[in-house]
């Protein structure tokens, strides 16, 4: 199975037994008394199956381990992973036949649902919002954005009955439409959106500023409401942005400029009122992070990086962007955006301890990377 050090090789098949291909191959940090899912900086992908489902992981870290094979992110996603349909190994691996990993899915689990847009002119409706919704819960299904020709795609959908539901804008009505999707089978719609009928306008503004307060102009302001496509708007040298003529009011705005971590807030916007809110867009700054073995002094070569802030990016007193987790590393990388203040990094890697450093941002920005001694972990004791 292994020609040298901890390196394995097999093939990944499905519920059914049949080969999946494109199939990626997790290394997971297995640790006692964890639950099903676990936090994403204890998954490390390793390899990637072939087009017969074949797959060969090499430069695995010795010890205890589970082996994970997951698809198109339905096992692992940005933020964890669950790990039942797992293989438990302990490396390096005897000399032995092919490793064969199990996916808990076959293609009839899923559906996909493809479709093309157009314009009452009958031009393609570029770039609009689509959400999926069930009658079995409020979070949308799947969401998706029209390109250039109008065209969209959701993928990995359950099968069932659904309502397609679309975003209009002041001059495009909302709309929907009952979709039933079928396992293994990619449902396709073609739809001609429909003007808006006349009614009541809303108008907004924004005041855009840095984290010093001063002004900021050519900001684009993005204004956004309940089933309304966003609204964009220019700052101007007095860093406001007004929107004017909404079809729907307004409740959220979302500023963007190169080099500045976005701003957003919210209000509540009446007829015949102007509302105004606060958008801070702090500078945006770079920091990198090393991880070195806290025994030899060796750099490691993968890892994982997050970057926790106690400050929000910006808000006013009708609303605050949340504290918490600001940016995530990647693996290899260890380069991420941060803003100016004290901040918490948290490193973690295959094989060893996670390790936390405190970190003080100052206005130019980190004269160095960060740099993180991890502790290799012992092994696990084996399963009784």
């Known amino acids: ?49 072939d087009s017969m489902g074949g797959y060969w992981a090499s430069d695995l870290p010795p010890g205890p381990c589970l082996l994970v094979a997951d698809r198109e992110g339905l096992c692992v996603t940005a933020d964890g992973g669950r790990w039942e349909h797992g293989t438990r190994l302990e490396l390096p691996v005897p000399r032995e036949p092919e490793v064969v990993l199990r996916f808990p899915h076959v293609p009839a689990d899923f559906s996909r649902l493809r479709g093309t847009l157009s314009l009452p002119d009958k031009r393609p409706a570029r770039d609009w919002t689509l959400a999926l919704l ?31 539901v679309l975003n209009g804008s002041a001059e495009i009505a909302d709309a929907n439409a009952p979709v039933e999707l079928e396992g293994g089978q990619a449902c396709t719609i073609r739809a001609t959106l429909n003007p808006r009928v006349p009614g009541p306008k809303y108008s907004a503004r924004a005041v855009c500023l840095d984290e010093n307060g001063i002004p900021l102009a050519g900001v684009l ?29 307004a409740v959220a705005a979302t500023g963007n400029l190169e080099g500045r971590i976005p701003g957003f807030g919210q209000m509540n916007v009446e007829p015949g009122d102007m509302p105004e809110v606060l958008l801070t867009l702090r500078t945006m700054l770079t920091l990198q992070v090393e991880a070195f073995d806290m025994n030899t002094g060796e750099l490691i070569p993968r890892y994982n990086v997050h970057v926790h802030h106690e400050a929000g990016m910006s808000g006013d007193e009708n609303g605050t962007v949340p504290r ?61």
Not at 351 to 375: F, M, N
Request: charged residues 20%; aromatic residues 6%.
């Open 324 to 384: 918490g987790i600001r940016g995530r590393g990647v693996m290899n990388r260890g380069r991420l955006v941060v803003v100016t203040g004290p901040c918490r990094v948290q490193v973690e890697a295959p094989g060893y301890e996670g390790a936390e450093v405190d970190v003080t941002v100052p206005p130019e920005g980190p004269t160095g990377p960060v740099k993180a001694k991890l502790r290799p972990r012992l092994p696990a004791d084996p399963p009784r």
């Open 1 to 49: 199975m292994a020609e040298c050090g901890s390196s394995v090789w097999g093939r990944v098949v499905d519920r059914a037994g049949n080969a999946v291909p494109d199939a990626v191959i997790y290394w997971i940090d297995p640790r006692p008394g964890d639950p099903p899912t676990l936090p994403r900086l204890r998954f490390f992908p390793y390899a990637t199956t």
């Open 134 to 164: 069930s009658q079995d819960r409020p979070q949308p299904v799947g969401k998706a954005r029209t390109d250039i020709n109008g065209n969209f795609e959701m993928s990995r959908l359950p099968p069932g009955k659904y309502t397609l």
């Open 221 to 249: 302001v993005l204004f956004a409401g309940v089933n309304f496509s966003a609204l964009p708007v220019h700052s101007g040298p007095d860093g406001v942005a007004v929107a004017e003529g909404m079809a729907v009011p």
